[in-house]
């Protein structure tokens, strides 16, 4: 509509052209959902909700977003009439974005991810080669199905279709919802690595577990994406997503994550989803906390981006 401000991430102002250096893409897919609705709903809500964060961070040295350019890039969108087109359809919108500035995609659902990661592929830092990449995925399931619902692209079987796509290791956090064969076949894929819920949040260990688990991510090395399904916050946090379930991370802990794969001394986050956002009915504590993630994630990489700038 002619005059119609256009929400942007963060209620930021923006400059009309690039270059930028972070780039919001709205993916507002849905159509494998198993439970509840409204993920093609949650990227809009997010970006609305994200105008009532703050843009301080005690990491950075001024308010967002220092001295950076933000772009919130026009929502993807397609008419097409199969599940594989519209996933081909990400893949194009996304693609463009690659390596010409730090991405943060918001879902949608979370079928987003193996079409991101086919993209994702051509980023300066792999080179076509995903088997460089270390996926780190912060959820309650873990979506390593081979098929849900008789659907092989479903959001249940996306960390499945990212290693066949050539993702080399994937990192679980938080996972505490899966069947017996996603159990068995983490097991036995020495690609993936997984760290349940109860064995990092649990306190009858004194906590040891949760070490181990930061232990282990300040040693991951080499170029990092970040897959922050909403869901591995406890359900009380995101009531509205597609699957709440209880027993997950506070959101203290969460940052905690979030801080510790940016400040790993040998990895690189070439860019991050927060995906499986949908509007709440009662309140909008679900997109809240979801944008509260994903600029987390935005204040990190500017940490990183403006310490870099300074060496």
Not at 12 to 19: F, I
Not at 26 to 33: G, K, L, Q, S
Not at 133 to 160: F, M
Request: net charge negative; proline share 6%.
């Amino acid at each position: 509509m002619d005059g119609e401000v256009r929400a942007t991430f963060l209620g930021l102002d923006e400059a009309e052209e690039g270059p930028w250096d972070v780039v919001i893409l709205p993916i507002p897919f849905e159509m494998t959902t198993s439970w509840i609705e409204g993920t093609e709903l949650g990227p809009a809500a997010c970006i609305e909700a994200s105008s009532q964060v703050e843009l301080y961070d005690p990491i950075l040295s001024e308010e967002l977003p220092c001295g950076l350019s933000f772009h919130t890039s026009e929502p993807w969108e397609s008419d097409a009439g199969t599940l594989m087109e519209q996933l081909d359809s990400i893949r194009e919108y996304f693609s463009k974005w690659v390596g010409d500035a730090f991405p943060v995609a918001l879902g949608g659902e979370h079928g987003i991810l193996p079409p991101i990661m086919e993209a994702i592929s051509e980023h300066p830092r792999l080179q076509g080669e995903l088997s460089r990449l270390t996926l780190i995925q912060i959820d309650a399931h873990a979506d390593l199905r081979d098929e849900l619902q008789g659907e092989r692209y479903s959001h249940g079987t996306v960390i499945r279709r990212s290693l066949d796509a050539g993702v080399g290791r994937v990192i679980q956090i938080g996972t505490r919802a899966l069947s017996k064969s996603e159990a068995e076949f983490s097991i036995s894929d020495e690609r993936i690595e997984t760290w349940y819920a109860r064995e990092i949040l649990s306190a009858s260990d004194g906590r040891a577990g949760w070490a181990n688990m930061l232990e282990n991510i300040s040693g991951i090395e080499g170029p990092v994406w970040i897959t922050f399904d909403i869901d591995g916050l406890d359900g009380k946090l995101v009531p509205s997503t597609g699957t709440p379930v209880p027993g997950g991370l506070s959101y203290w802990e969460a940052v905690e994550i979030i801080e510790s794969i940016f400040s790993a001394p040998g990895t690189d986050v070439i860019g991050a989803d927060v995906n499986e956002i949908a509007p709440g009915k009662e309140g909008p504590l679900t997109e809240f906390n979801a944008a509260l993630i994903a600029t987390k994630i935005v204040a990190c990489h500017t940490a990183s981006l403006l310490k870099r700038n300074r060496e």
